[in-house]
């Protein structure tokens, strides 16, 4: 974006301040205004330099002060925006585009559910779960899951499974879920908690054998687990 | 399926205590990355992050200087401010004086064929304009809301839309998708509730643009000060259909508004000039019409931006004529405050009464400082320390998940100091906490707190390390020689408050100092002064006041 240099500002005398908005001018003695030495032109197409020095950067002194100063209580947990919710669950995944729309146009009949806020913003968005709000998100989950494991070709043009493995290598796509998912390095996962995901994918497989369809379930678990429901 | 997931509710909290406990920083990195970020981290960023204090340190930086900052910013000013518009609201801003219909604005409703081509016809049947053409007189044009698509339309929409199909509204089928749809990514869209959306968040849009920017937080109430974005811009050039009177718009906005293209997703800020009525996020059409009173606007403000509430005990039976409620008892405990609050905004309408002409302003005051117009207004928050302290409240919620707890107003003192130090810079404030050992620790508690630390004072000037005044100031020798650059406009015969004798100062001295002190006067001044005539004025009367109480 080009900007146009402000030259400078001139102290005027005497001026008439014409207020921004329309039809409203007030007559004001002068130097109190600044005024600009732009060219006024009516085929302007660039923007005026923001006339604000910036605010300052890092100072590892005071902040050495402020580190100084402890905290009386460790963080709460945080539960994440439930508006943003599906979204930030997909983007993990898939970059935004028509079929990313199309998914988060399909779960928006519970956003409300999901504790979302109104359109003008009178109820807010919660920043806690109560049942409701719980047993929305586990069907939001199921549904994004589901859009992820197993996309439908006429409903998710362009999307593949996000497995990275062949289904039947079910402890290496559970790991990778479970990473993707909950923020976790695979050093970091707990060896028993993988297992429960993966006898979870095997008790779902189509007649003894683990399809795409068998990590839904697994999927929905991960992302409502407590790691992933709160920060 | 539905049957043994629901089984899986039980299974799902069991599955909380096999998570391997992480390393110390571990957990905070994933809650920076998701708060400050939007996003979990990858696993090179957690080795890196967890891996020493410094990796952790650069790791949160380049979240704050990532694109997924702008968003995060985003909305967490839109919970701050609270902003949001039904749709009747961008109805109200149609023109009623072209067709004295209730169809305003030229609608096309767009769709992919069974050719898999995209295609736009009216979607009034009824009228001059909708006749359709055959598939080979229908032309392509590119549509400003994707680079690269293309869509087909009739020769007469091409003429009455543009070629880029900005002066009509545009429907797709499905409602749900187009709302989810991020401008320059999507083929469906849905400009009126693009637009709703961006006139929404347009307050948010200025304080998050000041923030990403690195501008002093003050500025998100500087008068002339607004921010654009692509969706906005496009609107605000539909003359033909926007009554842009009832906006109140300035000619420098209108100019500028053609430098921002309908591609840019993000706000840009503009800067219209010096405007005594506007501040910022304070004027922009979300607040004003979603705050539709000025005592409301004025309780917002007193609440979103100073974290105070107005609380009073109510008299046990109401008087059917309370009268003057400023001074009524039990009426006046907020009103002696509230109402010369809200007189600030007198020149804005109220409800539907903010479209017709602005009235006049009134003489008033807010805290002991007096003003009559909306930039002094500004300059009235932003020279209280209140202002600092609400904005250290509000981050270290959003970070922390929690208020601040009676044991640490240390803590947010601290915090606001260094905040103020750093000449209002968000950024570095949200670092700050960040990256504040109580931040990165494993473990969580209690999101309730039950003693949390009272709201913020007002009326303190914003200056953690004020010099000792060493010598003795007399007025005529240190004070009188400086004040020049207050008389031009602060003089008996002008209608702002005169500062040209030592009774003047004696009485708006200490306001005039705190305005000094975080630059805003004199007009034009780049941030707190820290050395020549302003800062030796301020410091000079900082120091006679005290020193002649």
């Known amino acids: 974006m080009k900007m146009k240099v402000r030259k400078s500002f001139l102290l005027t005398t005497k001026c008439t301040l014409l207020l921004t908005f329309v039809g409203f001018s007030l007559s004001v003695p002068s130097a109190c205004r600044f005024k600009s030495s732009l060219i006024d032109s009516s085929d302007s197409s660039e923007l005026e330099e923001i006339p604000f020095a910036k605010a300052g950067s890092e100072n590892s002194l005071s902040l050495a002060g402020v580190y100084a100063t402890s905290m009386q209580s460790a963080p709460a947990a945080v539960r994440p925006d439930p508006d943003l919710y599906a979204r930030r669950l997909l983007k993990q995944f898939r970059a935004d585009g028509n079929t990313l729309a199309r998914q988060l ?6 956003r409300l559910m999901l504790g979302g806020a109104s359109d003008d913003f009178r109820t807010a968005p919660q920043e806690s779960y109560d049942a409701t709000s719980l047993l929305a998100l586990q069907k939001v989950a199921q549904k994004i899951c589901e859009s992820l494991l197993t996309p439908d070709s006429s409903l998710h043009p362009g999307w593949n499974s996000v497995l990275p493995e062949a289904p039947a290598n079910v402890q290496a796509n559970v790991k990778f879920l479970m990473r993707k998912m909950l923020g976790l390095q695979e050093s970091a996962l707990n060896a028993t908690a993988v297992s429960e995901i993966v006898e979870i994918v095997n008790a779902f497989a189509d007649k003894g054998v683990v399809v795409a369809q068998s990590y839904v379930p697994a999927c929905t678990a991960v992302a409502l687990d407590a790691e992933a429901l709160l920060l | 399926m539905n049957k043994k997931l629901a ?3 039980l299974l799902v909290f069991s599955l909380a205590p096999f998570v391997s406990a992480e390393a110390a920083s571990g957990r905070s990195v994933r809650r920076a990355a998701q708060l400050l970020g939007g996003r979990m981290p990858s696993d090179s960023e957690l080795s890196t992050a967890t891996g020493s204090d410094v990796g952790y340190r650069t790791f949160v930086r380049s979240l704050i200087s990532s694109n997924g900052f702008y968003d995060s910013m985003l909305r967490y000013h839109e919970k701050q401010f609270g902003v949001g518009l039904p749709s009747e609201y961008l109805e109200e801003l149609q023109r009623d004086d072209i067709d004295n219909t209730s169809q305003k604005l030229a609608t096309l409703n767009c769709t992919r064929l069974p050719s898999n081509r995209l295609s736009c016809g009216w979607k009034n049947t009824d009228k001059k304009t909708t006749a359709s053409c055959k598939a080979a007189e229908q032309q392509p044009v590119a549509p400003y809301w994707k680079q690269g698509l293309v869509l087909w339309v009739c020769p007469s929409v091409t003429y009455a839309c543009g070629a880029n199909l900005s002066k009509c509204s545009v429907e797709f089928p499905n409602s749900n998708e187009a709302r989810y749809s991020e401008a320059g990514t999507t083929d469906v869209f849905d400009s009126k509730r693009s637009v709703l959306k961006s006139l929404s968040r347009q307050a948010a849009g200025i304080a998050t643009a000041v923030a990403v920017e690195n501008y002093p937080y003050t500025k998100i109430l500087a008068p002339g000060l607004t921010a654009v974005d692509g969706m906005l811009s496009v609107f605000l050039q539909q003359k033909s259909f926007v009554d842009l009177e009832k906006l109140h718009l300035s000619d420098s906005l209108m100019k500028q508004l053609k430098a921002i293209p309908a591609s840019q997703s993000k706000f840009t800020l503009v800067y219209t000039g010096d405007s005594y009525e506007t501040a910022g996020v304070l ?24 974290c105070r509430k107005f609380s009073s005990e109510l008299p046990r039976v109401f008087p059917q004529d309370p009268g003057n409620l400023r001074t009524t008892p039990g009426c006046s405990g907020c009103h002696a405050t509230l109402d010369p609050l809200a007189d600030f905004f007198a020149v804005w309408g109220e409800g539907g009464g903010l479209y017709s002409s602005p009235g006049a302003s009134k003489q008033t005051s807010f805290i002991g400082k007096s003003g009559s117009s909306l930039a002094d207004l500004s300059n009235i928050i932003a020279a209280d320390e209140a202002f600092a302290t609400c904005t250290v409240n509000h981050a270290f919620e959003w970070l922390m998940g929690r208020k601040f707890r009676q044991g640490e107003s240390t803590l947010r003192q601290s915090l606001t100091d260094y905040f103020v130090s750093s000449t ?6 949200m670092f700050a906490i960040a990256t504040h050992p109580g931040f990165v620790v494993d473990t969580r508690s209690d999101a309730n707190i039950t003693d949390p ?7 303190k000037v914003p200056e953690p390390s004020l010099p000792a005044c060493q010598t003795t100031i007399d007025f005529n020798t240190h004070i009188q020689p400086l004040i020049s650059q207050c008389t031009s406009c602060h003089s008996a015969n002008s209608p702002r408050q005169a500062l040209e004798t030592s009774a003047h100062w004696k009485a708006w001295g200490a306001q005039a100092v705190s305005m000094m002190s975080v630059g805003q ?3 034009g001044l780049q941030g707190a002064p820290v050395a020549g005539n302003v800062y030796n004025l301020k410091e ?6 005290q020193q002649n109480p």
């Open chain 1, 105 to 110: 146009g399909q779960v928006e009949q519970y």
């Open chain 2, 7 to 9: 089984r899986l509710c």
């Open chain 2, 283 to 306: 004027t922009t059409f979300g607040w004003l019409r979603r705050y539709e009173k000025n005592r409301t606007r004025a309780n917002q403000l007193y609440e979103r931006l100073m």
């Open chain 2, 424 to 429: 209002y810079s968000f950024k570095e404030l």
């Open chain 2, 453 to 459: 630390l009272e709201q913020p004072a007002i009326g």
């Open chain 2, 521 to 523: 006067m004199p007009p």
């Open chain 2, 540 to 545: 000079a009367v900082r120091c006679w006041l």
